[in-house]
Each structure stands twice: as structure tokens, then as C-alpha cells.
């Protein structure tokens, strides 16, 4: 073992290089700090090497296969030897999508000249931490300023033990060949994008959802959409189903579970567990240092990220709230502005939740019901997407967009949508609760036509009482 006797001096540190520590770092090197990052496995984090985006490349080659396979035919498109070489998905998904994406934040972290460190972080103190390198070689760094961004792992449940036929979100994304059938546990947004992706490539997916409802953070005429799709794709599913035990016969795998007290079995090649992800707040030193943690073992902090030790801020999947790339930047570009000496504050009145299902859910700002909880007198609109020409267009006419604005003047606080290309599309209302626009401002912006933005536009007429294609 070698061991580093002297501390290597350092101003920032962050510890993580996901969309958290990252972005965290390069913008503290824009505002003048001497930045090193800290990372023990994969530059870009969960998000770029197995979370984001690698599910959102097999969730575009399920759509591939699908439409091939006879999704066109509505089009008249129909071709009889359709093959996938699902080798060559995962060599597409791998070798070009994310590691152009990884070595791209990799030059982005040394062109803002951020020092990269590989290593496994532990903090000492306050002002000093340990790096250990896969060599077994130990280094020491001191610090003025850290911030933590060392993100989330996958919940192990009793009874489903990772390894072998029980996968978690990382081995379903890596399976060497599609699975005939696929059992998912927890049909939340992993299970239920990663559910579809699967069925579209081709195999038998059964979706096992503890709640009553599947993706039970999207309101349930949403998520309605996206169970009839499901069922047209041959996906089943069951909710209120409590899952109890793996048996690994060799070559399947029999998941044992309850509804509502009746127990139930299904045999499958693999099961994936997708019952949400815990922060990695552990083996870390923070509680030595005395950094407070929830009693879920997340990071407390205040309006900059700021932690109960003043030099140590925590972002993205460490901190309460949802686990979301988003967040995660977000929090990071204002930790590093607030260690900067800037006046930055955190501001989650707009936070999207996006879902990339077929079709796709987005859900920004407040619901009918969060506005009516904070004692909001608000009206809400539905804009049917059958209603929009380039939906149509695209044979997707399925869906809607619903706007939630105050009913004194019309000023937007929420927005959802269920539909295609929801992810893209709201981004526009999402500026507008931001800016704390209202719904003739929308209504009277010029929208291209034929786009699937005018659905937008139309939901706006629609709130002000003037709408043309409802
Ligand atoms: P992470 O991305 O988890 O990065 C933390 C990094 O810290 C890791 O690289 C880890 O190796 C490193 N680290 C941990 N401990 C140490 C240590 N002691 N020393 C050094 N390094 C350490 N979110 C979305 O917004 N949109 C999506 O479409 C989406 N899809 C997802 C799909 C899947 C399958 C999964 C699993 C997640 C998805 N997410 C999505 C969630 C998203 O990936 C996370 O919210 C995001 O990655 C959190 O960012 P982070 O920076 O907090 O942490
Ligand atoms: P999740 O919280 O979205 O869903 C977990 C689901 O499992 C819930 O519906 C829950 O009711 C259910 N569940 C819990 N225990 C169960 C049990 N024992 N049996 C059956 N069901 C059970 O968590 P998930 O899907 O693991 O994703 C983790 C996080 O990653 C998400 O919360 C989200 O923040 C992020 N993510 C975001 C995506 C996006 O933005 N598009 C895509 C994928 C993940």
C-alpha cells in the first residue's frame, strides 16, 4: 500500500461525477475556484453510464423494433425480415451514446481545468480527506470548501438478492441477449420505462407495482394513457402486488408474491427490482465530521445545499427530494455559485418529472390538487392531443395537456401532459411558471403550425375561455 504522508492542498473539492458533481465542479472553476473532483467508478455518474441516458437509447431501439415489426403499418410501411441483433443495440448504446457522452464531460472537466482525481473519497475532518485508488494506494487532500454529490444505489429488498436471475436497473440495461419474459418489481418510472423498452424488444413483461397505482407520482388519468399502451404492447401487470421471494431454478427464475393477502407465483428468465434507490451517504466520514442526515440517511441542507458543517455542501440524490438528474445539476450550479460568495438560492417552484413511456408523461410545476393544497383558488384546462394536427400526423393522437392556472388571472402554476414527445414540449411551460407568466401570454405567442407545441397554446385559449380547436 502506498500511502500519500503529506496533504496535497486543494481549494474545492467535489466528491462525484454525475450531473451533480460535474456541473458542481465546472461551474465553481467558471467562478474562479481551484476545483478537483473526486470519482471512484464512472465519469458522467449513474445518469450518463447507466441510468439516463443508456435507458433512454433502449427505449428509442425498443421503438425501433417495434415499428418495424408492424407499429408502422399504419403508415403503410410493412417489412417481412425484421431482425434485431441486439449485440449491436447494446455496442451502440455503450461504445457511442455514452461514451461519447462520458469522455465529452471528461474534456469538459479538463478544458475548465478541474483537476480529475479517481479514487474513493473519505473525509477525516473537517478540512481533510483520504482518497483510495484502485491500487490499494492511499493519498491525502486537504480542502477549504466540499461539495458532495455522491448519488444513489439501487434498493435491495428481502427475498431478492442481486446477482444471478434478480437484476437491478444496472444489469436489465446490460443484458447480453432480450429476455424471453421479464418480471419487474415496482412499477414505478425504472420498471415501467425499462418494462416497455423490453416488451417492445420483444419479451413477455409482467409489471408487479406494490401501490395501487402504477407510476404512482403521475396523476391517474395520466398514467391511464400509458397502462392502455401498455396492455397493447402485451405487457401485464398487477398493483397492490407485494413481492416475497426469488427462486433461482437454474435457468428461470419463480417470483412469489401477494395481492391483497392471495398468493400468487410467475416463472420469468430474469427479474428486475426497481422499488426506488437509496443515497450513498454511507462509508463516507460525514457523520464523523458531523454532517446531519435525515433518518433516511439523506444529507439536510438549506437553500444553497449548504450542510450542517458550513464548508460542506450535498446535492443531487443525496438530498431529500426526487432523484433526478435535473435536480441534481440545478443544486449543483447553485452550491458552487454560493461557495463563490453569489447570492444564489434554491427554487424548485418548476422541478419537471418526466417519464420516457410510451407515450411519454411530463408533470411541472404544481397538480390541481398541490395548488389546492397550498391554498391556491385554481382552474384547470385538458387539451386533447387528438385535437393537434402534427399528433396526428405522427399517429399519436393519444393524450392530452392540462394547464393549472389561478383563476384570479390566469397566471400558470402547473402543467401536465401525457402525449408524445411530453418531454420536449413542456419545457416551454415550464419557462412560463418560471417567469410567472399567465395563459394569454402564451395564448398570444406565435406557435408554428403544424407543431405539437400548439397543444400548448390551444390548452392556454382554452383556460382563457377562447378556444379554437376544443
Ligand atoms: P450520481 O449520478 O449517482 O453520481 C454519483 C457519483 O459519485 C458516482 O459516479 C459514484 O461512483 C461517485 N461516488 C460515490 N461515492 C463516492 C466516493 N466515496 N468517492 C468517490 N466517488 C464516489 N433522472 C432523470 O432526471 N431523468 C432520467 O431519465 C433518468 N433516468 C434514469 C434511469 C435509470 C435506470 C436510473 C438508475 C436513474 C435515472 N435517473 C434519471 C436518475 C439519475 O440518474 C440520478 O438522479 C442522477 O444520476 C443523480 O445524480 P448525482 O450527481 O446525485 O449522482
Ligand atoms: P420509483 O420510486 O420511481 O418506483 C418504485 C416503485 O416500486 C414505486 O411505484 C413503489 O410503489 C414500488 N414498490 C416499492 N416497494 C415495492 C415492493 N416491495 N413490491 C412491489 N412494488 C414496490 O423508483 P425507481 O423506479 O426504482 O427509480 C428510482 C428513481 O430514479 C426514481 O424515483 C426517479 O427519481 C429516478 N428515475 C427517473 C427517471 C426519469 O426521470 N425519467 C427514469 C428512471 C429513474
Known sequence: MVVGAFAIELDTVVIGSGPGGYVAAIRAAQMGQ????????????????VGCIPSKALIQAGHAYHNAKGGDAVFGVTSSDVKLDFKKTQDWKNNTVVNTLTSGVEMLLKKNKVEIIRGEAYFNNENELTVMGADDSHQLYSFNNAIVATGSTPIEIPGFKFGGRVVDSTGALNFEEVPESLVVIGGGVI??????????LGSKVTILEGSPQLLPTFEKD???????????????????????????????????????????????????????????????????????????????????????????????????????????????????EAISGKPAAIDYKV????????????????????????????????FPL????????????????????TKEDDVLVGAQMVGVS????????????????????????????????????????????LPIHM
Open 222 to 336: 395520466m398514467v391511464k394513457v400509458v397502462e392502455k399502451e401498455m396492455k397493447n404492447i402485451g405487457i401485464e401487470t398487477a398493483v397492490n402486488a407485494m413481492a416475497k421471494e426469488a427462486v433461482d431454478n437454474g435457468d428461470s427464475v419463480t417470483v412469489k408474491y401477494e395481492v391483497k393477502g392471495e398468493a400468487k407465483e410467475i416463472t420469468a428468465d430474469y427479474v428486475l427490482v426497481s422499488v426506488g434507490r437509496r443515497a450513498n451517504t454511507e462509508d463516507l466520514g460525514l457523520e464523523a465530521v458531523g454532517v446531519e442526515l435525515t433518518d433516511r440517511g439523506l444529507v439536510k441542507v438549506d437553500n444553497q445545499g449548504r450542510t450542517s458543517v458550513k464548508n460542506f455542501f450535498a446535492i443531487g440524490d443525496i438530498t431529500p427530494g426526487a432523484a433526478l438528474a435535473h435536480k441534481a445539476s440545478y443544486e449543483g450550479k447553485i452550491a458552487a
Open 34 to 49: 481551484k476545483v478537483a473532483i473526486i470519482e471512484r467508478e464512472f465519469i458522467g455518474g449513474v445518469c450518463l453510464n
Open 351 to 382: 422541478m419537471p418529472s418526466v417519464a420516457y413511456t410510451t407515450p411519454e408523461l411530463a408533470s411541472y410545476g404544481l397538480t390541481e390538487k398541490e395548488a389546492k393544497e397550498q391554498g391556491l383558488d385554481v382552474k384547470t384546462v385538458k
Open 422 to 465: 411530453a418531454s420536449d414540449v413542456m419545457a416551454e411551460v415550464g419557462l412560463a411558471i418560471e417567469a410567472g407568466m399567465n395563459a394569454e401570454d402564451i395564448a398570444l405567442t406565435i406557435h408554428g403550425h403544424p407543431t405539437l407545441s400548439e397543444a400548448v397554446m390551444d390548452a392556454a385559449e382554452g383556460l382563457l375561455g
Open 191 to 200: 420498471g415501467s420505462e425499462l418494462g416497455m423498452a423490453y416488451a417492445n
Open 386 to 405: 387528438a385535437g393537434n394536427g402534427r399528433a396526428l400526423s405522427l399517429n399519436a393522437g393519444q393524450g392530452f395537456i392540462r394547464l393549472v392556472a
